[in-house]
């Protein structure tokens, strides 16, 4: 079976909490209600935006989740036609993913952005030819349930005792873990380290270097 390494986007391989938590205030703005604290955005950074919404308001109706959702899409887009979206590398990704394709590994993507942001995203910074599978909110359930990885691994040829999940949030270490994969956390995203751990991350790294040597251990 093939090994293969399927990263979340945001807050694994791009920092885009700040664009995140724009885009989040003027969808609140325009439904004529006050913006979530931007910890509380942080916080659902990876779910699909409905399921994000229903998290940040959840005694609201569903109307207004979607709704909320669609603005929020609206405003992202119109934030980045004027050139104030920024969503740059963590320093040491790019190495990071040279490296583990060097190495024999396949790599993929498993993100609550839509096709579009993700196509955004990889296309801006080169990496679009780096993976062999692209799985996003627009063809799956939210995270953490397991349809991503399922899906990546097919296209892969993987299995679930040679593929792991890399991620910033609970929602990817529970998704890893449904999905019976190995489950490794990032230390430079949205969520705490000690949480993933809590939840049962089989390790988080410090730095993306040290990705490539977790990768390695059985």
Avoid at 209 to 216: G, H, I, K, P, R
Wanted: proline residues 5%; glycine residues 8%.
């Amino acid at each position: 079976m093939n090994r293969l390494a399927i990263f979340d986007c945001d807050g694994t391989l791009v920092d885009s909490q700040a664009n995140i938590c724009l885009a989040m205030e003027a969808a609140f703005a325009s439904a004529g209600l006050p913006a979530p604290e931007r910890q509380a955005t942080r916080r659902i950074v990876g779910l699909s935006l409905v399921e994000a919404m229903r998290s940040l308001l959840p005694d609201a109706e569903d109307d207004l989740h979607r709704a909320l959702a669609a603005d929020y899409k609206a405003a992202f887009w119109r934030l980045r036609a004027e050139g104030l979206v920024e969503e740059p590398l963590f320093d040491g990704i790019a190495a990071l993913l040279d490296r583990l394709r060097g190495d024999g590994w396949l790599l993929a993507v498993a993100t609550g952005k839509s096709d579009r942001g993700l196509a955004h995203v990889l296309d801006h910074h080169g990496l679009t030819g780096h993976f062999i599978s692209l799985q996003t909110a627009d063809r799956h359930p939210s995270k953490p349930h397991p349809s991503m990885i399922v899906q990546a691994m097919a296209d892969a040829g993987a299995a679930p005792e040679t593929s792991a999940m890399i991620g910033d949030t609970s929602y990817d270490v529970l998704m890893a873990l449904a999905a019976g994969t190995r489950a490794l956390g990032v230390g430079w995203g949205y969520h705490a380290p000690a949480e993933l751990t809590a939840l049962g991350a089989h390790a988080v790294a410090d730095h993306p270097a040290q990705l490539a040597e977790l990768l390695e251990r059985r």
